[in-house]
């Protein structure tokens, strides 16, 4: 199985603030990454697929990159919609699996 | 505008199988896309159950593919899960979601969810 891992686990920040979350994968996936951005009670909604391609509708602040087995999803100024939890998903194997989260909280 | 909802009992007993329903509208199943299911227990992370081709090719976590049958019903265009066996561990809230057929997509659309407990 390929293992993911992110960091931090929580990050308390204040709006306007640059965000950087990093995701670790246990081997080469490529640019097999999508990432997701989940509010309490409500389903995950996908933000970037290929590692750095955003989703239609999802708004530019929000960017990806990173191949391999490091990547990054980067809020350039961090809104007050922003406060949520989000994941990576490797997508390389046939046997999807999720990053734990990284929590955004409000400073 | 592709909707998918999530339908099913809330409250399953221990050893018993646990039926999901997740209807599409706004898109045919018939027509492409990989259709899936995702759980989160309660406070947790994600894990992906599997997931279906619209012809009918399924893809199972490992972990769970022992008591997994996800099947698809192009006719009344919705898909189904069904857990057996199950345990407390298998209380969740269980999404169902698309996801494009290239392997760079990731899940686009997703039900609201719905969650299951286990308990006797």
């Known amino acids: 199985d390929i293992q993911l891992t992110q960091s931090p686990s929580f990050l308390s920040a204040s709006v306007g603030d640059r965000v950087t979350i990093t995701c670790r994968a246990s081997?080469?996936?490529?640019?097999?990454l999508a990432w997701y951005q989940q509010k309490p009670g409500k389903a995950p909604k996908l933000l970037i697929y290929?590692?750095?391609t955003l989703q239609s509708g999802v708004p530019s602040r929000f960017s990806g990159s990173g191949s391999g087995t490091e990547f990054t999803l980067t809020i350039s100024s961090l809104q007050p919609e922003d406060f949520a939890t989000y994941y990576c998903q490797q997508l390389n194997s046939y046997l999807l699996t999720f990053g734990p989260g990284t929590k955004v909280d409000i400073k | 505008q592709v909707q998918l909802q999530e339908s099913g009992p809330g409250l399953v007993k221990p050893s018993e199988t646990l039926s999901l329903t997740c209807a599409v509208s706004g898109y045919s199943i018939s027509s492409g896309y990989y259709w899936g299911w995702i759980r989160q227990p309660p406070g947790k992370g994600l894990e992906w159950i599997g997931s279906?081709?619209?012809?009918?090719?399924?893809y199972y976590n490992p972990s769970l593919k022992s008591r997994v049958t996800i099947s698809v019903d192009t006719s009344k265009n919705q898909f189904s899960l069904k857990l057996s066996s199950v345990t407390a561990a298998d209380t969740a809230v269980y999404y169902c979601a698309r996801r494009g057929v290239a392997t760079l997509d990731g899940f686009d659309y997703w039900g609201q969810g719905t969650l299951v407990t286990v308990s006797s």
């Open positions: 290929a590692a750095s």
């Open positions: 081997q080469g996936i490529s640019s097999y």
């Open positions: 279906i081709y619209h012809s009918g090719s399924t």
